[in-house]
């Protein structure tokens, strides 16, 4: 039995990272807050104790729960009655381990952003924490919580597009093609090899697309090929990526990521090719999906459609034709963790279809970026997942 | 100074109207929560005093703040000291004058969903009540929360498009292209002349397109002439319209709304025709703005993008290429509000720039909606606006 | 018997107007050429003698039969043994009726541009002219010949839609949005009343609108209701027109056409709404037609796909995702007309799917348009078709 | 002074190939037609005598210029006064070689369809047989002739994009994704490698692919990497083929090509991205061409627009919004082809501007595919190109 079995209401939590100049921290703010089933109550939001402390007024926080560090937090909080009973870790990659850590030990659950970690020996040692810990761990793999996602994933389940033959994925950016701005923190800590870790693009966006790619397949990853580039001149991590895939049963595909592609804002997108029919969807028009039978016409799919199962259709909020987006999947991922949080007060099971990113995703993840780095090092010669 | 000029944090607000069985009274709360501004902590969910308390536990009212009816939740809400400072009315129309009177006449400001009421008569008399009220009024047209429509509508004011000569506008729905459920509580007080007032269709949707078509232009509306239907057997209000429009200058327009063209889910969309350039923008897509300079390449306005004003990026929330959506043009709404509000307090004057649909807006709508029902009537003869 | 009966090979074609500084004709010419069934022999390309005879010389016709005028031309072809078997009539719309009597009273088929003539007088002498002669009329409205728009009406008719209840039919051009150069033969004659006729866009492309309404849908127009304006000033014609539509059994519909919407090219698009599905098809991207059964996903029927029926295919000449464009559609009236001149040899039947727009299609559309300018100058007041 | 020196009128052309049941043959008869540039006056249509004499009868060809072999047919045209002036091989792969060594030692041009051969060897030759020759050798990289495609190069040549730094190209298709039918003649040629040679999708259109990357880009390449495979049970050639690209500079790129993709029909299209600017091009819609400066709203280009150079129009037949497609972009290189053979004939100078994929291009070709077979052999090992 949990020890925050009897709690009622909304969930509390903290959040590590997040403060002022920060980005994805509002982000995953705004989507705990969007159904109702949060509530923000501590904050570590920066390494710099001030800002930690400006940034926490600035959201609101009581000031007795604005700390200097997120060990001070997971300890004063882990000692309060009402005290937090999961946090957000939005820090860049290399606080990632220590962070969640001082929390999974004192069995308050973790929701971490992607990347897992920025080493694979982080990684490793997140694996063994997660495991000692009794709390549960959900990795922010945003798209994963588009209801159309959840939809292509289960036509694939059930065999509509037959055997699976060919997956290409890309997640194509444009926001780091020039030498950034030393002020813009986001660009920083991202082409910053201490900070973010071993990949650049391939591990910012990367992952993104590897776990949109696992998760709608449940194709077993093989083998990769990959070609890593820096395009920007004294650029120390990589900007771009080309990667061959080799699946068990014999599936191929291709993942192409990059940062300095002109014109691409957010180009997420997949195409899944099968024996029977072909499946198309991209982030930055979700709300529908494409599903080719070979010989038919293309279905166009929509979010929250008498076409949709119920597993999208729990996920969407609106009729068809209103516009769910980024928050609405972000705050799916949000949704799915409140249900399991509030199954393991009780040991209660899950409820059928809940899901989230987790651990083995996080570490999946890792796995292909370190592969990825391995293969571009060797001159692109084929390294075994 | 307003009676509530002390108050910090987010805004007290209480809710009329949707409750189990509802849509948009959810959309609302919703909206209203997620940028943190409001806090939602009384309500009279429904005309059904056990589904109103069943409503109001469901969503985690106090009860002590769940009312059988708005009269009762206005008298004591404006008799606690931590009483609610706005109120959303999320009723079918017939209602929305009432329970707007109840509260303007305590100075609790109104949030009101569309269209203003059901009849010509109600909004004369809710003219009449926010004009004797010092509390704002705010009316839920969503589609103007949108920040491309803001930069649609900046656009046209300083002289992108020139003089304009043409406005299209269309919203095309097909969720009652049959004789409904008459479980289905939305379509059933909608296709009500009772509940819905004196339009079906026009009323419903096309006081959205008529809003954004004056919002987006600032056109001066001289002229209709309209032809409206009932496609649907017995059913006693229009489900299907089409208007020509003459506007003071010259300019000219269409507008078609349907809740019976089968395919289409929620095609608000608008085009609009200047000597310079034209301009196109569509709900379902409502991230991506498309103008066309006379005699060059059209270019494609993305939402957050450099290409954008500063009044469209202050409604948004992430970088260019994450799909902001209805949510968050419904909540852009409530921001605006929050702003009002909270200026309103000390009698502040509104940042610049910060603007909402209002009485004036409503007002337009209803003498729409009545005009096109009289030219209809009299076999589309032109009806002076 | 035909005295054409023993004729083998191309069919022997001459052409009226086409001239240099023109357009349509060099698209009548591609288009006749493009299957191979027609040879062009003989020409009155222009009213001026010296430019007919410098045109005939540059596309290559034979000295001996480049007539300065069309009356020469008919009679000489008329005597020579190889003489023409038919004629394109590729003239401003005030001479298609001198035109089309000097060869239909010889035998000669007529291959007319749209619209039949300028006038409704004209257009009841060209009736006449047409009942006596045995010779056939070929009214060449394009996009008739497009092969999904072929579909489109077969499904229409095959009850794929259910009973149509609404129709949105479109054609929006900008090319004539300012003062034309007063060199642009093209944009001189179309804003002419003395050689465009009565209408100005209404008469140029809203006839083209209205025939692929009717073509698809089949629906018997009842009466419309027209605002028709000129906005660049001067303009002694229409140069944008809103109309409004009743059909028999209770449709409805609109029809706006436009040479002043900025940022159009060639944009003709119907939508038609019925009780079981929708269906849209839009000029500028030919080869997709987009069905929508009612509460189903949408589905993409692609030219040459397995999902088009006979008569489609039939008028394609390439695998899917080919595309096929204007020329080709035109190419397709040619090569049915071709088929029906053959036939006509020997007096056999059409075979089964040849079809083509004739005289009925172009009184249609000459009813059409008087109605629209009758309906404009009475305040757009319906008209009864 | 070449002894075609004195001809006027059409370009007399044979064919080689493009019997019944051939496909490619018959495209480029109505490529060859469309303009009026060029007379087809004799074949040698099929390897089997009796379908060459029913092929070329069937096309109304005179009976002693329908000949059995293309030996025959290069002596006796060869020694007619009026005898062919240009040839088009549209035979399947292997006989490119042997049938364009007889025209062009004899003096008559060439215009073969692609690849080059079937085998570097018979590349080898093939060079040396244009080489010996003073005929002109064109090869039909149909892709080429899209105005947009031109503009493209144009565009890049000039510096719009900057520096480039990747390429995405595709060619997707999904005609062979079953074991086809054994009469299906062009399944059937390009599945063996007798007939295709050592490619099978990686030759058929990853050529077109590759000639359209290094057309518009101008890139060196400087080594690949390739994955290919084989789907289809018993199949002997590719019928996939992921590639990666490495350019001299440091521009990469990937090409994909697929004959499996379920849905995809023709989508042949490309992704450029350099410093400055993005570029998308896409086959399946050719008549828009999209343009993204970096920071700046993308441009839609379209076919025919004043946003187009000059070398663009001059390839385009109608106004802006008239679409055209895959004939019209063929018969483009049949026009510039005959503007280069009317030019031979005197040895003019080619007017500037004008220009067609040659034997350079075939070899390039050639070198591709031998690469991605030696790559893919060799597990996709870097070869240098």
């Known amino acids: 039995m949990s020890r925050f079995a009897g709690r009622e209401g909304p969930i509390r939590l903290g959040m590590v990272g997040g403060g002022q100049g920060a980005m994805i921290g509002a982000v995953h703010r705004t989507a705990a807050r969007l159904d109702g089933g949060y509530e923000l109550v501590a904050g570590a939001l920066s390494s710099t104790p001030q800002k930690a402390q400006a940034s926490g007024q600035e959201i609101g926080l009581q000031s007795d729960r604005i700390y200097d560090d997120f060990t001070q937090m997971a300890e004063r909080e882990s000692q309060r009655s009402d005290g937090i009973e999961a946090v957000a870790i939005v820090t860049p990659n290399h606080l990632h381990l220590p962070a969640a850590q001082a929390f999974l030990k004192r069995g308050i659950h973790v929701i971490c952003d992607k990347p897992l970690t920025g080493t694979m020996?982080?990684?490793?040692?997140?694996?063994?924490?997660?495991?000692?810990?009794?709390a549960l761990f959900i990795l922010t793999h945003t798209y994963a919580g588009y209801p159309l996602v959840r939809e292509a994933a289960e036509r694939v389940a059930r065999g509509d597009l037959g055997?699976?033959?060919?997956?290409?994925?890309?997640?194509?950016?444009?926001?780091?093609?020039?030498?950034?701005?030393?002020?813009?923190?986001?660009?920083?800590?991202?082409?910053?090899?201490?900070?973010?870790?071993?990949g650049g693009a391939i591990s910012d966006i990367g992952t993104h697309a590897w776990h949109l790619l696992c998760h709608i397949t449940g194709l077993q990853p093989e083998a990769l090929a990959a070609d890593l580039q820096s395009f920007v001149p004294d650029r120390q991590l990589d900007d771009n990526a080309h990667v061959m895939l080799r699946f068990a049963g014999g599936a191929r595909g291709t993942l192409w990521c990059?940062?300095?592609?002109?014109?691409?804002?957010?180009?997420?997108?997949?195409r899944i090719f099968g024996t029977k029919a072909g499946l198309e969807w991209a982030q930055e028009n979700p709300n529908r999906l494409i599903l080719s039978p070979l010989g038919e016409p293309a279905r166009l799919i929509t979010t929250a459609s008498p076409a949709t199962g119920e597993n999208a259709r729990r996920l969407t909020r609106v009729p068809p034709g209103h516009p769910e987006g980024y928050f609405?999947?972000?705050?799916?991922?949000?949704?799915?963790?409140?249900?399991?949080?509030?199954?393991?007060?009780?040991?209660?099971?899950l409820p059928e279809g809940v899901q989230f990113p987790t651990l083995a995703d996080g570490m999946s993840g890792m796995r292909f970026v370190q592969a990825c780095v391995q293969s571009s090092n060797a001159n692109s010669a084929w390294v075994t997942l």
């Open 163 to 198: 055997d699976i033959r060919l997956v290409q994925v890309e997640y194509a950016q444009d926001w780091l093609s020039q030498k950034p701005d030393p002020d813009n923190k986001q660009a920083s800590w991202r082409t910053d090899p201490a900070r973010s870790g071993i």
């Open 121 to 134: 020996a982080d990684a490793t040692e997140m694996q063994a924490a997660v495991k000692e810990s009794d």
């Open 258 to 270: 990059s940062q300095v592609a002109a014109g691409q804002e957010n180009n997420l997108r997949i």
């Open 328 to 349: 609405e999947a972000f705050a799916n991922l949000y949704c799915e963790a409140e249900i399991a949080i509030r199954a393991h007060r009780t040991g209660a099971a």
